[in-house]
């Protein structure tokens, strides 16, 4: 009891602390579903309700709770000619910037870190069960919470002064818009009125 004393007076000595609190409970809300989901839930309803959760999870920490918290915003963009396909917002732009809060940080930094690492011994532990099904839900939630913690892993260490401080080792394939539609489909028409 006294630990979780503690964590709640940490808790309250942040900046936000009801920012955090959503924060962690996002975290923690698709991994208590996987975990306990079967006992209430058939896998299809599981498996969606895990994979919903899991994306509002990425959508409120991207675009909330990193903007609040640790002050870092990212999003992909491909629709750029060259490789530097990530944009970022930071409050290194604005120096001296806003202070960030180190308990926010700190809690955000091994949220962040902790919960890809908890779904890959999910996936381990699934290949070893031979549960395929379970595996693709955990492969979703290591996708998903991988690809935000290296989003803003990329954030934290940009350089506003254009000088790239984190070479990229993983960019996403460009996907085509949807005015390229109209060309496949112009193509499919010629075909079809020559037969």
């Not at 944009?87 to 732009?93: A, G």
């Not at 818009?177 to 037969?195: D, H, I, K």
């Amino acid at each position: 009891m006294e630990h979780v004393r503690t964590f709640y007076e940490t808790i309250l000595k942040s900046s936000h602390p009801l920012m955090l609190s959503l924060h962690l409970a996002a975290k923690a809300a698709p991994i208590v579903f996987y975990l306990v989901g079967s006992l209430f839930l058939d896998f299809t309803a599981q498996f969606i309700l895990v994979v919903l959760i899991l994306t509002a999870d990425f959508y409120f920490t991207k675009n909330i709770s990193g903007r609040k918290l640790v002050q870092l915003r990212w999003w992909y963009d491909p629709t750029t000619e060259n490789a530097e396909t990530f944009r970022f917002e930071s409050y290194k732009q604005y120096p001296p910037g806003p202070t960030i809060n180190p308990i926010d940080a700190k809690l955000f930094w091994w949220s962040m870190y902790l919960t890809p690492a908890i779904w890959a011994v999910f996936a381990l532990l699934c290949i070893l069960r031979l549960k395929i099904f379970y595996f693709l839900l955990v492969a979703v939630g290591m996708a998903l919470t991988g690809w935000n913690t290296y989003g803003f892993r990329g954030c934290d260490k940009w350089d506003p002064s254009g000088t790239p401080a984190v070479e990229s080792w993983f960019q996403m394939p460009a996907i085509p818009g949807l005015q390229n539609l109209s060309r496949v489909a112009a193509v499919q028409s010629f075909f079809q009125s020559r037969s």
